[in-house]
């Protein structure tokens, strides 16, 4: 059964960078598409964008265009998100999660990293 | 980019059905299959329930169900049980390959 383990929480001042790491175990990992999903304190879910590893080349919804990298090692398995220009409402839970589906995503995530705290302080 | 809009809140009696509706426009919800819906308990990641709008992954009970009209989704659970109280999200594709999820419902069975 494929695991997604993240790194531990951070805590970050503003205006500095942030890099989380997803690391697969138990599967094939480069042909799903990864996706970053954050959460802040008691509000809902939004992706980031998404990565497959075998392809390479990320996408991101326009808020996070500048901000936001997504990259994938296939050699460890490991997917990697870095958020920069930090500010106090980036102030959440960073989820990786993986798509349902091979190679052609339905973006829609069937397994999910336990989530890392990311808190944003000066 | 507006999120998918759902109720704040949903409430049921055990055993009642209850419905989660899930709006979206041309460009997500009514453009493409890919509907998806996941429950959430306090401080857990999201499970995944419903994906391309009406297919369960394996171990998801059938009393969970999904269905699309228009630019509108739905999540139906029946036989609701104490343990479906939770939040619901629903999410779909947007076109440039990026996902948006909608505000949340949380349900409470009474």
């Known amino acids: 059964q494929v695991q997604l383990v993240q790194s531990g929480a951070e805590v970050k001042k503003p205006g500095s960078s942030v890099k989380v790491s997803c690391k697969a175990s138990?599967?094939?990992?480069?042909?799903?598409?990864i996706s970053w999903v954050r959460q802040a304190p008691g509000q809902g879910l939004e992706c980031m964008g998404r990565i497959i590893p075998i392809y390479g080349t990320a996408n991101y919804p326009q808020k996070f265009q500048g901000r936001v990298t997504i990259t994938a090692d296939e050699s460890t398995s490991t997917a990697y998100m870095e958020l920069s220009s930090l500010r106090s409402e980036d102030t959440a839970v960073y989820y990786c999660?993986?798509?349902?589906?091979?190679?052609?995503?339905?973006?829609?995530?069937?397994?999910w990293g336990q989530g890392t705290m990311v808190t944003v302080s000066s | 980019q507006s999120a998918l809009t759902q109720p704040a809140s949903v409430s049921g009696s055990p055993g009642q059905s209850i419905t989660i509706s899930c709006t979206g426009t041309?460009?997500?919800?009514?453009?493409?299959?890919?509907v998806s819906w996941y429950q959430q308990h306090p401080g857990k990641a999201p499970k995944l329930m419903i994906y391309e709008v009406s297919n369960r992954p394996s171990g998801v009970s059938n009393r969970f169900s999904g269905s699309k009209s228009g630019n509108t989704a739905s999540l139906t659970i029946s036989g609701l049980q104490a343990e479906d109280e939770a939040d619901y999200y629903c999410?779909?594709?947007?076109?440039?390959?990026?996902?948006?999820f909608g505000g949340g419902t949380n349900l409470t069975v009474l």
């Open positions: 999410s779909s594709k947007r076109s440039s390959n990026t996902v948006v």
């Open positions: 138990g599967g094939t990992f480069g042909s799903y598409a």
């Open positions: 041309s460009s997500d919800v009514g453009g493409y299959n890919y």
């Open positions: 999660a993986r798509d349902v589906s091979m190679t052609s995503p339905s973006e829609a995530f069937d397994i």
